[in-house]
Every structure is written in structure tokens, then in C-alpha cells.
């Protein structure tokens, strides 16, 4: 019965995006820098906007009268403005200030309205001041830091959307599977957001006619960092730790960008194009090749997340196997960078003595 609200979803989003991509063409509402790749037609953006109407549309038809509390309603306006903050960025290009004031309001609005916190019983001889401060930081931090981060990977079609779909389908299988009680409004709230990804999937896949923009980016990221911390309350080491083995790929390359731009003297917030997915389409993998390899690695460490649930008796050593695969992948990363800039300096060495010759 959970499942039909994945269909419904779908539907509901992919009729949306038809309709959008039709709009943003006759409006000439088209992405600015078209994600770095190559020559091509200009594409729509802000596919975002038919997620974010197919999402709440299923929620209110629904859920009902269950959706109109203070938490609920705060979860909405908070993701409206989420919404907008994208927006503006896909059309005028927002400095990273602004946007991440935007952010600011929206996940303070969703903890001060919706109470929704991180809530844990590792801290328990903490006094109520520092354990509020804790939660408090920890919530905005982590809100904030999974907005960006699949706002970082949206760098190829259908990149970001079909992590993100891997990613919730493990968190919906944990939660209707293992989850101690089940909160329905927040389990429709995953299984929609899963179904609205997969209607708009087909229209992002490569070649895309339409992206996420930072309008769906944003959104997505948003309500996954909110749905993950509500269903966190009194959550032990494990259950805090899983949303982000779940979500390992985008945070991962977030760290790596924020490292390399601060050993090189940089902004973190000056955009670059070293990204893994970069790093990949250099080493003269197609667009679609990428997509699968960030996607392999996606399933691996949901498998690992899965497991950890399955077999708790194991979950030390799936752990370390987690950590291990974390510290293999920053290796091959690693390794990526050094070859690409080795080849780089023998190429320019072959400039210049061919200059010398002539």
C-alpha cells in the first residue's frame, strides 16, 4: 500500500516536468553555464519547481488533515523558502552569502517551528545549556552541509538525481523495515520525495532535457537532511551515523572540495572544476559512464547501511569496512589527481622543447 505513493509521486512530478520543460522553453528560462560540459543546445532549468509542486500536491491530497500542524506546516514554508533561494540563484545567480542565508532562515524556521532536531543519548551527563547548544549546532550544520552537497554533485545529467534515489530507496527500506515505530506522515514524506525523484529521473538522464537547477538541488537536499533528523530521536551511535554512510558520496566530495580549496589559499565557496566527477570525465569517461561509477559506489555503501541493520552483531566491522572504503576512495581520488597533472606537466614539456626545435 506504502509503494502506491511512489507511483502516484512519479506520475504526479513527471506530468509537472513535462509541463515545466514546455514553459522554460517558451519563456527561454535556460540553465547559464549549461554544467561545464562541452557544446551544446542550452537546456531548461529549475526542474526543481515540478518536484517541489508533485511532492506537496501528493502530500496534502494524501495526508490530509494529518499535514496541517505546526510541525508539518513549518516543514512546508521552510522548503518554500528553500525553494525560492534556488530560484533566484538559477535566475540571477545569488552570491554564496545570500544563498546560504536563505538556507539559514529555512533551517532555523524548521527548528524553531517544527522542532526538528537531532536528539541523541550519547551525551548523557551533559548540562541542558551545552546539550541545547550541541543540538542545535549539529542540526543546522548538518541541514546546511546536505544542502550543498548535492548541490555540488548536480554536475552531470542525472547525477544528483539518481544518487539521491539510491540513497532514499535505502533509507525507505531501513525505515519501513527497521525502524522501531514507524511515523507515517514522515514515511509518506520519504516514499514521496523517492517517487518524485524517479518521475523527474527520465527527463534528467543524459542526454537531459532538463535539469535540477539549484532550485531542485537545494529542495532535495533539504528534505533529506529534515526527514533524516526527525526520525532521529534519542538515536544511538548507529542510527545517527547512517544517514550519512546513506548520503557518503555527496559529503565526501563536499570534504574533498573544501580540503583542496583550502590548502590551495582558496574561497570554499569559489567553484572549481575538480570535482570527482570531473576527475572522471578527464580521464575520458562518457557523461553516462560517470553517472554509473558514482552510482556503484552509491549502492555499495547503501548495501553497507543495509547491513548494518541486518546484521548488528557485525556492525563494528562493516564500520571499518566503511571506513577503509572511504579511505580507498580518497586514495583512488588522489591518484586520479596526481596522474592528470603528471600527464599535464609532461605535455607542457613537449610544448616547449617542440618550441625549442622550431
Known sequence: MMMDIVLYAAI?????????????????????????????????????????????????????????????????????????????????ELSPLQKMIGLFVASNVVYFVSNVTFSTTLLPHASPLVYQLLEYLFTIGWLLLVCNAINLIDGLDGLATSTMVISLFALVFITINFSL???????????????????????????????????????????????????????????????????AVPLFDTAFAIIRRVMKGQSITEGDNQHIHHRLLNLGLKEWQVVLVMNIITLAFSGLAILTQLFREWRQVILMVIILMMIGLAAWVLYISYQQRNNKRKGNDYDSKDSDNR
Not at 513527471?14 to 535556460?30: D, V
Not at 516543514?75 to 525560492?84: D, H, K, Q
Not at 514524506?189 to 538522464?205: D, H, K, V
Request: glycine share 10%; no cysteine; hydrophobic share 50%.
Open 12 to 92: 504526479a512530478t513527471g506530468i509537472l516536468t513535462g509541463l515545466w520543460l514546455y514553459w522554460s522553453k517558451k519563456w527561454r528560462w535556460f540553465d547559464r553555464d549549461d554544467h561545464e560540459i562541452k557544446n551544446r543546445k542550452r537546456i531548461p532549468t529549475s526542474g526543481g519547481i515540478a518536484i517541489f509542486i508533485g511532492f506537496w500536491l501528493v502530500i496534502f491530497i494524501r495526508l490530509g488533515d494529518l499535514i496541517f500542524t505546526q510541525q508539518y506546516l513549518g516543514i512546508f514554508l521552510a522548503s518554500l523558502i528553500v525553494l525560492v533561494t534556488g530560484l533566484l540563484d538559477d535566475r540571477y
Open 181 to 247: 515505530s514507524i511515523q507515517l506522515v514522515l514515511t509518506t514524506m520519504l516514499l514521496t520525495l523517492l517517487g518524485s525523484l524517479i518521475g523527474f529521473l527520465p527527463f534528467n538522464w543524459s542526454p537531459a532535457k532538463i535539469y535540477l537547477g539549484d532550485t531542485g538541488a537545494l529542495f532535495i537536499g533539504f528534505m533529506y537532511g529534515v526527514l533524516t533528523v526527525s526520525q532521529l530521536k534519542n538515536a544511538s551511535f548507529y542510527s545517527l551515523i547512517l544517514p550519512m554512510i546513506l548520503y
